[in-house]
Nanobody, 112 residues
Framework: QVQLVESGGGLVHSGESLTLSCVAPGFNFSRFSVSWYRQAPGKERELVARIFAVEDSTTYADSVKGRFTISRDSARNTVYLQMNSLKPEDTAVYYC?????WGQGTLVTVSS
């Protein structure tokens, strides 16, 4: 059974950066699309970024384009979300998702 473990969340100030990691022990990420979602308090879960299995192409929510970068390290079975120029509105629990499986989430809090 696939298990996803997110890490890297924390408390930062506006304008700072964080890198989130999603690890899937024993699972070959490279064959599948992997997504990062987020859910802010009182809001629905939304797609932030996705990396596709074909040529590692990517797509981003408009709200994070130019600030966030999703990448994959297949050798480490890890997908990253590099988040730069963070804003208070980026505060949310961030989840990794692939093949219908969700991780437990990691909290990102951005103070103004």
């Amino acid at each position: 059974q696939v298990q996803l473990v997110e890490s890297g969340g924390g408390l930062v100030h506006s304008g700072e950066s964080l890198t989130l990691s999603c690890v899937a022990p024993g699972f070959n990420f490279s064959r599948f699309s992997v997504s990062w979602y987020r859910q802010a308090p009182g809001k629905e879960r939304e797609l932030v970024a996705r990396i596709f299995a074909v040529e590692d192409s990517t797509t981003y929510a408009d709200s994070v384009k130019g600030r966030f970068t999703i990448s994959r390290d297949s050798a480490r079975n890890t997908v990253y979300l590099q988040m730069n120029s963070l804003k208070p509105e980026d505060t949310a629990v961030y989840y990794c998702n692939t093949v219908g499986v969700w991780g437990q989430g990691t909290l990102v809090t951005v103070s103004s």
